[in-house]
């Protein structure tokens, strides 16, 4: 869904919230909750030049995708931590 799309139905109380996903590829992902335990990603606002389709909204930065979250209205978010995270590396250790 589109950020108006997904703004509208916040705005009329069918959005639970939202979750900030990391990708495999790299990027972020915005991942809006419906009722029923349904979710959807944003999408771009136009289609893609070369075969028309829409394609999801990839965030370049949690920051990027935690403002658009802001622009549909929401204050409180859940970010999904990569899986090849901090917790993984030597110079981190959990004590």
């Known amino acids: 869904m589109q950020l108006h799309q997904l703004r509208f139905l916040h705005q009329i109380g069918q959005l639970s919230h939202v979750k900030v996903l990391p990708r495999p590829e790299g990027g972020w ?44 209205g929401f204050s409180e978010i859940t970010v999904g931590i990569p899986e090849t995270s901090a917790t993984e590396s030597e110079d981190f250790k959990l004590t």
């Open 29 to 72: 992902l915005l991942q809006a909750h419906l009722p029923a335990g349904k979710t959807v990603i944003m999408i771009k606002s136009k289609p893609d030049s070369k075969d028309k389709q829409y394609h999801e909204r990839v965030f370049t930065t949690v920051d990027a995708a935690v403002q658009a979250a802001g622009k549909i």
